[in-house]
């Protein structure tokens, strides 16, 4: 699959433009605060149904003005697909496929799948794991609406739970039959959302290793640690062990929701020990291990988002990262770049044909 046509109205710092593109690469030149992220954000807009830097969708619409309609026509195989999304101010959010609104959002994930490199992915190692199980469930709802739908039901039960913890303490009661009813609904779901992340991290880990030695270009150790309350307890156990403390802090402390994957290099927290190079590296090896996952899962490749994506790095790694990108196994891809002279040097050899635009 691949995006023919672009139109945007009224997003962000955009109040109206159309594109048609490459079927393979298209490079966004310009200055900071062109709206250069912001297209490559409308793109992941349609193909996930939010934006990826700033979730809170009304903060979306231009500012003056009261809605904001994106649509994208793409190429699937032998058929056409059109995808629209709007919102006025007030109102819902609407998601259409060929015309027909979807009901469930949920049901649009997975339909185009899209992976961004973005200098926003500094806060999969700066952020806490949330941030971080954020990015390994986005990856595996991309290719398992079961998966999508327990983890969705998961938080919407997690969240009732805790209402009900402060519920308890507000009115200084207990009901142990109803805490009971909570438990046994997470139960349920934790354990199917905890053995599809150990089932995705441990094919995910030999992929990301590979794409990073690719990137550096020699030999780093870098290591991704799943961590789980899971790991040698059952849920049922650790939500009877923890109910004092969950009684008393108003939350609950034990389940899926409390995962943490750890960032290696050289078996140390890359937050402390890695440089600004590796760093950048280890976040571009992740995605790009996401992209190889989602590639393998659905049969085809993703579309690829590279916001400036070359920034902190040196040119042996942008020729490296040019080089992989330039491969058959990938489809189209976007990049941004404030530098059209670092762009168009790493683009003259490629093999692929490449459409620049000038912002």
Do not use: W
């Not at 992340?197 to 990301?208: A, D, G, I, N, Q």
């Not at 990137?215 to 290591?223: A, F, L, Q």
């Not at 579309?303 to 942008?318: G, H, M, S, T």
């Amino acid at each position: 699959m691949y995006l023919k046509q672009l139109s945007i109205t009224n997003y962000k710092n955009i109040s109206s433009k159309t594109f048609s593109f490459n079927p393979k690469i298209n490079c966004f030149i310009g200055n900071n605060g062109v709206g250069k992220s912001n297209i490559l954000d409308v793109i992941y807009h349609l193909a996930l149904g939010k934006s990826y830097f700033n979730p809170v969708a009304s903060q979306n619409i231009k500012i003056g003005t009261d809605f904001f309609a994106i649509e994208g026509r793409y190429k699937k195989q032998d058929s056409d697909e059109k995808i629209i999304c709007s919102l006025k101010k007030g109102q819902k959010k609407i998601v259409k496929r060929n015309g027909k609104e979807y009901q469930k959002l949920a049901d649009h994930i997975g339909l185009i799948p899209t992976v961004i490199v973005s200098p926003a992915d500094r806060d999969l190692i700066s952020e806490g794991s949330s941030t971080r199980r954020k990015f390994i469930d986005g990856a595996i709802g991309q290719t398992d609406p079961i998966f999508l739908k327990q983890l969705i039901e998961y938080n919407k039960i997690l969240s009732q739970r805790n209402a009900l913890l402060k519920f308890f303490a507000l009115n200084h009661t207990y009901d142990k039959e109803t805490i009971g009813v909570y438990n046994d609904q997470l139960i349920a779901r934790s354990t199917p959302i905890y053995n599809a992340r150990k089932m995705f991290m441990k094919e995910f880990l030999t992929v990301f290793n590979s794409r990073y030695q690719d990137i550096c270009g020699k030999n780093e150790n870098v290591n991704l640690l799943y961590e789980s309350q899971l790991n040698n307890n059952n849920h049922s156990e650790l939500l009877e062990a923890s109910i004092s403390k969950d009684k008393a802090i108003q939350f609950t402390t034990t389940g899926v929701h409390k995962d943490e994957i750890q960032f290696l290099l050289d078996e140390q927290p890359i937050k402390k020990y890695g440089s600004q190079g590796q760093q950048k590296t280890f976040l571009v090896a992740l995605k790009f291990a996401q992209f190889d996952f989602l590639k393998t899962q659905t049969g085809n490749p993703p579309i690829l988002l590279l916001d400036d994506a070359f920034d902190k790095l040196d040119e042996q790694r942008v020729s490296h990262i040019i080089n992989l990108v330039d491969q058959n196994d990938f489809g189209q891809i976007f990049i941004t770049d404030t530098h059209e002279k670092r762009t168009v040097n790493a683009l003259k050899n490629t093999q692929s044909g490449y459409d620049l635009f000038k912002l």
